[in-house]
């Protein structure tokens, strides 16, 4: 058994870590975590933590659900890999194909595979061209996508995202792909109330595909809540607005779900607790509770029909399309979500408190904004509540408060100056109000330090 010291050496001489200056990382020294249990994790050092962000958005079940490992192991030793390329199959991938088709809104009854949420979303970008190729509209080659979005860090996932910093190396976005800000109130709605500006921020689409010119517009993508770009919750009017701007003109509509679907906001997908009726639905993460790596792009009838029947062959796919102990695994976390009636959990019980347990923090005087929806939310750090007054950038509030967190035995993220959670679905109510007591420590910590 190797010293954290150890551990931490060897990482920094080998290891390129995704997301990390490895520079600053190499000074530092990584944590390193070794085991999990529940909705707790512990580092090399014996520490115990509260994992708020559900690893990274994606052990929905919880860590250490045997239903889970045993899966895996079976069939592991039945079949560990069978492709299905060129007219083959194996019983998990059909069977997973056959239950992602019960649990989706009934408009989806086929499934494309593919190793991750970042090669779902270059899925759609090639499969809604083809769509329109298929229906003699080739020149819909447009993606319409929004600022600060999250899709994934392969060359498409990271143009369709709109996060500037990320276009910034690799000379992105690749062609055909335009943006259109975030439905942000804070940002870009101060003044309007907030319905009033959720049908603002939905006009951004129609004057985006007006610019375009309607006849070259493929389809629009969006996730539910933009996870990443800080959990941005829109308004109520937002998303049914959306949904009818892209009838209109036929767009199709693509709904990221790699974070919002499997129970997150209280509804199998985003897209039904935020009034949507898309086309096509991204997924990854909660599909295995990231148990294992397995994503893909669940298709609605209004597509798979014209790429059945008029599209011949979709010349994609990954050799991980349909892995058998992946989809193996995703069959016992979906029947174990099932089976715990975490969607309903999320939905009557544990996401209602949380909102409430939330909303007590608006009384903090680092907290202009508390919000949650399901088991995702996000607090707005700011210097004057009452205005929302932002701190200096340079006093990085945001990464101040995770250092507290990180040290007091809780894994919250920050992005900017928003603090964000999404915690294993499976938590209590008891430990929710651990989750409270943990935040409000740290909030308070963090207030003594921007007062210093
Ligand atoms: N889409 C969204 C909304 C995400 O949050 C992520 C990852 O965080 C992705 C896509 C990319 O998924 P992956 O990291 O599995 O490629």
Redesign the pocket.
């Known amino acids: 058994q190797r010293s954290t010291r150890e551990w931490q050496q060897a990482d920094a001489a080998h290891f390129l870590h995704p997301f990390t200056d490895s520079k600053a990382l190499a000074a530092k020294g990584s944590r390193i975590i070794t085991k999990a249990e529940n909705i707790y994790l512990w580092d090399s050092e014996g520490h115990k933590i509260l994992d708020a962000m559900s690893g ?2 994606c052990v929905n079940v919880g860590y250490g659900q045997p239903s889970l490992v045993e899966a895996a192991t079976r069939q592991l030793q039945q079949l560990p890999f069978y492709n299905a390329f060129f007219q083959t199959a194996t019983p998990p991938a059909i069977e997973l194909a056959e239950l992602l088709a019960e649990v989706s809104p009934p408009q989806f009854q086929h499934v494309f595979f593919a190793g ?6 270059d899925t759609v970008v090639r499969m809604v061209r083809h769509y329109w190729a298929s229906l003699g509209q080739p020149e819909r080659q447009v993606i319409i996508s929004r600022e600060n ?6 060359m498409a ?1 990271a143009s369709l995202g709109g996060m500037r910093y990320m276009h910034a190396q690799g000379g992105l976005p690749i062609p055909g792909i335009t943006h259109i800000p975030q439905p942000y109130w804070v940002e870009h709605g101060q003044g309007m109330d907030k319905d009033t500006f959720g049908k603002v921020a939905a006009g951004w689409l129609e004057a985006k595909i007006l610019e375009v010119g309607p006849e070259k517009v493929a389809a629009f993508i969006g ?1 539910p809540v ?3 770009g800080g959990v941005i919750i829109p308004p109520a009017t937002y998303w049914p607005e959306i949904q009818r701007i892209c009838d209109k003109y036929g767009i199709l509509l693509v709904s ?1 779900e ?3 679907g499997f129970g997150r906001t209280g509804a199998w997908f985003g897209c039904e607790t935020q009034g949507s009726r898309p086309d096509l639905m ?1 997924f ?2 909660g599909v295995t509770s990231g148990y294992i ?1 397995l ?1 893909g792009v669940m298709v609605s009838e209004r597509v798979a029909k014209v790429l059945i029947e008029q599209g011949g062959e979709f010349e994609h796919g990954f050799t991980y399309s349909g892995h058998p102990v992946a989809a193996a695994v995703a069959v016992a976390n979906i029947r174990l979500i099932q089976k715990l009636r975490l969607v309903e959990h999320v939905r009557d019980d544990v996401g209602p408190y949380l909102a409430q347990q939330f909303a007590t923090l608006k009384d903090h005087p680092l907290v202009g904004d508390a919000e949650t929806c399901g088991l995702m939310g996000a607090l707005l750090l700011v210097k004057d509540p009452a205005t929302l007054t932002p701190f200096p950038a340079e006093l990085e509030i945001g990464m101040v408060c995770r250092g507290h967190c990180f040290g007091n035995g809780l894994i919250m993220r920050a992005v900017g100056n928003r603090m964000i959670i999404a915690p294993p679905l499976v938590m209590t109510r008891a430990q929710v109000d651990e989750m409270m007591a943990l935040i409000r420590r740290c909030l308070d910590l963090t207030l003594a330090d921007a007062r210093s």
């Open positions: 990274l958005w991750s949420g970042s090669e779902g979303n979005a999250y899709h994934g860090s392969t996932g996730e933009q996870g990443a990221d790699v974070i919002c991204t990854a993460k790596p994503g």
